[in-house]
């Protein structure tokens, strides 16, 4: 008996199916117009002779390869943007999209990755956490392919973006410890290139001011946990001492609350306020019970998938801006 010496065809399944290449085309392709008995038939075929279509070639054919780029820039620790990783990988799934992943290191652009992405034939690009050089975004555009910023401020308005509302998040938060009666709070910031961090910070400092404080002290924390043990050493060994800190996310007010507790021997409220900025899962812990703002991930995500996907039927906005729920927590209740 001799052995296949090649992968079987497209035409192999047709002919013990009993149906046309075309139907065999039809039963493979989300969405095509198909009758039940005749897929399954081609699906029962298939099966039997090991076939498996071709994405690759169907994507020359058709002119999308199904696959969409995520390029990350932010840190691989954050459970935001790891929570964010997830559900999107789930959303798109559904979509019968795929997702290629590279991440950033340091403070560079994403340009080495999207010059490899666009070799994957992409049908479009989401940039967490990072940026792209204005000649790379332009090429993009001039490709067809659709770019997505999410949770940064495009470079040029004419790209498509997902935010979080970081100035009003940060604005409740300091009106809260006003109203908690801090009068001495500080800042622990994110990255100077990151048009987040400093929207959660302007936003802070902005509504403190309005109020009659004096800028708050500041150290940098640049959206790490490392970086945010040693600005909150910095901070609580002045004199006098802030009597609450606000780190721009949460990852890094995590940080801060074990320094206080554990390093100064503060009570978490009481003599030192601590708040952060997105709702991770480790905030509501009792260990912690964070004050921070709450952006919904399945809300940012699914403004994210409209936009990538070109969902018919909607009225996409091209600037998405999520709007969060404030929720005070034990780590600043001092009144």
Same mark, same amino acid.
């Given at each position: 008996?001799?052995?296949?010496?090649?992968?079987?065809?497209?035409?192999?399944?047709?002919?013990?199916?009993?149906?046309?290449?075309?139907?065999?085309?039809?039963?493979?392709?989300? /969405?095509?117009s198909?009758?039940?008995?005749?897929?399954?038939?081609?699906?029962?075929?298939?099966?039997?002779?090991?076939?498996r279509?071709?994405?690759?070639?169907?994507?020359?054919?058709m002119?999308?390869?199904?696959?969409?780029?995520?390029?990350?820039?932010?840190?691989?620790?954050?459970?935001?943007?790891?929570?964010?990783?997830?559900?999107?990988?789930?959303?798109?799934?559904?979509?019968?999209?795929?997702?290629?992943?590279?991440?950033?290191?340091?403070?560079?652009?994403?340009?080495?990755h999207?010059?490899?992405?666009?070799?994957?034939?992409?049908?479009?690009?989401?940039?967490?956490?990072?940026?792209?050089?204005?000649?790379?975004?332009?090429?993009?555009?001039?490709?067809?392919?659709?770019?997505?910023?999410?949770?940064?401020?495009?470079?040029?308005?004419d790209?498509?973006?997902?935010?979080?509302?970081?100035?009003?998040?940060?604005?409740?938060?300091?009106?809260?410890?006003?109203?908690?009666?801090?009068?001495?709070?500080?800042?622990?910031?994110?990255?100077?290139?990151?048009?987040?961090?400093?929207?959660?910070?302007?936003?802070?400092?902005?509504?403190?001011?309005?109020?009659?404080?004096?800028?708050?002290?500041?150290?940098v /924390?640049?959206?790490q946990?490392?970086?945010?043990?040693?600005?909150?050493?910095?901070?609580?060994?002045?004199?006098?001492?802030?009597?609450?800190?606000?780190c721009?996310?949460?990852?890094?007010?995590?940080?801060?609350?074990?320094?206080?507790?554990?390093?100064?021997?503060?009570?978490?409220g009481?003599?030192?306020?601590?708040?952060?900025?997105?709702?991770?899962?480790?905030?509501?812990?009792?260990?912690?019970?964070?004050?921070?703002?709450?952006?919904?991930?399945?809300?940012?995500?699914?403004?994210?998938?409209?936009?990538?996907?070109?969902?018919?039927g909607?009225?996409?906005?091209r600037?998405?801006?999520?709007?969060?729920?404030?929720?005070?927590?034990?780590?600043?209740?001092?009144?």
């Amino acid at each position: 008996m001799s052995r296949r010496t090649s992968p079987p065809s497209a035409h192999d399944v047709a002919r013990v199916a009993g149906v046309s290449q075309a139907a065999v085309s039809r039963a493979f392709t989300p /969405g095509a117009s198909i009758a039940k008995d005749t897929q399954d038939k081609v699906f029962r075929a298939a099966k039997s002779l090991g076939y498996r279509p071709n994405l690759l070639a169907r994507s020359l054919i058709m002119g999308q390869s199904g696959i969409v780029g995520v390029v990350y820039g932010g840190n691989p620790r954050n459970p935001f943007f790891m929570s964010v990783l997830d559900a999107l990988l789930k959303r798109l799934s559904r979509a019968r999209k795929h997702i290629l992943i590279f991440t950033v290191e340091g403070h560079a652009t994403a340009d080495v990755h999207v010059e490899d992405l666009l070799k994957y034939r992409v049908d479009a690009l989401l940039l967490m956490a990072t940026t792209l050089s204005p000649k790379l975004a332009e090429q993009c555009r001039d490709a067809g392919i659709p770019i997505i910023f999410f949770n940064r401020r495009p470079p040029k308005k004419d790209f498509a973006s997902v935010i979080e509302n970081n100035r009003e998040g940060a604005r409740q938060i300091a009106e809260h410890l006003l109203q908690q009666g801090y009068r001495r709070p500080a800042v622990v910031a994110g990255l100077a290139e990151s048009s987040t961090g400093r929207d959660r910070e302007s936003g802070f400092i902005a509504h403190l001011t309005s109020q009659g404080l004096p800028e708050p002290e500041r150290e940098v /924390g640049y959206f790490q946990r490392e970086g945010a043990l040693q600005a909150a050493r910095k901070l609580l060994a002045r004199k006098p001492r802030p009597d609450a800190i606000y780190c721009v996310n949460d990852h890094m007010a995590l940080a801060a609350i074990e320094v206080a507790r554990y390093e100064f021997g503060l009570e978490i409220g009481r003599q030192v306020g601590v708040a952060g900025f997105d709702d991770i899962e480790q905030a509501s812990w009792p260990s912690f019970d964070l004050t921070t703002y709450s952006i919904s991930v399945e809300s940012i995500v699914d403004q994210a998938a409209m936009l990538l996907l070109g969902t018919p039927g909607h009225e996409i906005p091209r600037h998405s801006v999520v709007d969060g729920v404030f929720k005070p927590r034990r780590s600043t209740q001092r009144v």
